[in-house]
Nanobody, 123 residues
Framework: QVQLVESGGGLVQAGGSLRLSCAASGRAFSSYAMGWFRQAPGKEREFVAF????????LYASSVKGRFTISRDNAENTLYLQMNSLEPKDTAVYYC????????????????WGQGTQVTVSS
C-alpha cells in the first residue's frame, strides 16, 4: 500500500507554468508506475500522464503532450508534473495515482489515489 499527497496547485494566468508534486509514503515507491489524472467540474476524471517505476517511457494525453512533463525522484519518493503553456482548459483538480496493473490510461488500472490539488488557469 502507498499513501499519496499532492501539492503545488494554484491560480495562474494563461501561458504560465506550475509544477505539481506528489509525495509518496508506504510501500516502496519505485515499485510502482505512476500516473497523473485530472477532473474538471462536471466532467469525468481523465488521464494526463504516466511514468514507469524507473522513470522511463513517459506517456501523455494528446491534449498535454509537448506542454507537460512527468518525472519522478525515487530517492525522494516524489512524483512531479511540470505544466507549461497552461490554458484555461487545463483547469481541474489534479490527482496522482499508483498503477497496479492494466492499461496505463485507464482509471481502473490505479488503486491508490491522492486527495487532489486544484489548478485554475485564468484567461
Amino acid at each position: 500500500q502507498v499513501q499519496l499527497v499532492e501539492s503545488g496547485g494554484g491560480l495562474v494566468q494563461a501561458g504560465g507554468s506550475l509544477r505539481l508534486s506528489c509525495a509518496a509514503s508506504g510501500r516502496a515507491f519505485s515499485s510502482y508506475a505512476m500516473g497523473w489524472f485530472r477532473q474538471a467540474p462536471g466532467k469525468e476524471r481523465e488521464f494526463v500522464a504516466f511514468i514507469t517505476g524507473s522513470g522511463s517511457n513517459p506517456l501523455y494525453a494528446s491534449s498535454v503532450k509537448g506542454r507537460f512533463t512527468i518525472s519522478r525522484d525515487n530517492a525522494e519518493n516524489t512524483l512531479y508534473l511540470q505544466m507549461n503553456s497552461l490554458e484555461p482548459k487545463d483547469t481541474a483538480v489534479y490527482y496522482c495515482a499508483a498503477h497496479v496493473g492494466g492499461i496505463y490510461y485507464a482509471r481502473g488500472a490505479y488503486n491508490y489515489w491522492g486527495q487532489g490539488t486544484q489548478v485554475t488557469v485564468s484567461s
